[in-house]
């Protein structure tokens, strides 16, 4: 069984640092792109990059290149999304999804992350 | 690129069918059979219902079906249930991907 677990919530306060993670199982972690999506309180979903752990060529949206950073270790199959300086605003739910094999299309999301930045 | 432009909210009755639209351009809906469709129940992950348009992953019900005509694809349901309330969502890959705004649904 596909799945993609993400970890626990996050509370930090502005201008802190956090990487996130999610964990696939149940496939060829290495064989499949993955994408991170934010979703702020209340509001749409929104693509912010996406990482082939295979050889973790990344690409990102222009609207979160230079603000976040994804990465993976495909040796324990975990894709990262992180900030080095966190503001307000980031305050969101952060999505990990798997890019189906040759589509164009996320087959199977994680759970999510929230993660709440708040003095 | 700019999100896709969904209606807030659409409604119908238990049986009816209701019709979700998705307006991009011609750089993204318009120029590439890869507008997907995602369920969005309040405080869940999003689930993928329709991919490349029309394309039906494998367990989602046959009443979810995906149309597209120039710059606007479309999401029917038919015979509405209770559980199909939720948010919808669309999206389209043109280099990348982009989302629509979300649409409510309501089955009243």
């Known amino acids: 069984e596909v799945q993609l677990v993400q970890s626990g919530a996050e509370v930090k306060k502005p201008g802190e640092s956090l990487k996130i993670s999610c964990k696939g199982s149940?496939?060829?972690?290495?064989?499949?792109?993955i994408g991170w999506v934010r979703q702020m309180p209340g509001k749409g979903l929104e693509w912010m990059g996406i990482?082939?752990?295979?050889?973790?060529?990344?690409r990102y949206s222009p609207s979160f290149q230079g603000q976040v950073t994804i990465s993976a270790d495909k040796s324990i199959s975990t894709a990262y999304l992180q900030w080095s300086s966190l503001k307000a605003s980031d305050t969101a739910m952060y999505y990990c999804?798997?890019?189906?094999?040759?589509?164009?299309?996320?087959?199977?999301w994680g759970q999510g992350t929230l993660v709440t930045v708040s003095s | 690129q700019s999100a896709l432009t969904q209606p807030r909210s659409v409604s119908g009755s238990p049986g009816q069918s209701v019709t979700i639209s998705c307006t991009g351009t011609s750089s993204d809906v318009g120029g590439y059979n890869y507008v997907s469709w995602y369920q969005q129940h309040p405080g869940k992950a999003p689930k993928l219902m329709i991919y490349d348009v029309s394309k039906r992953p494998s367990g989602v019900p046959d009443r979810f079906s995906g149309s597209k005509s120039g710059n606007t694809a479309s999401l029917t349901i038919s015979g509405l249930q209770a559980e199909d309330e939720a948010d919808y969502y669309c999206?389209?890959?043109?280099?990348?991907?982009?989302f629509g705004g979300g649409t409510k649904l309501t089955v009243l």
């Open positions: 999804a798997r890019l189906a094999v040759a589509g164009h299309h996320f087959d199977y």
């Open positions: 149940g496939y060829s972690f290495t064989s499949y792109w």
């Open positions: 999206s389209s890959y043109a280099g990348s991907w982009v």
């Open positions: 990482i082939y752990p295979g050889d973790s060529d990344t």
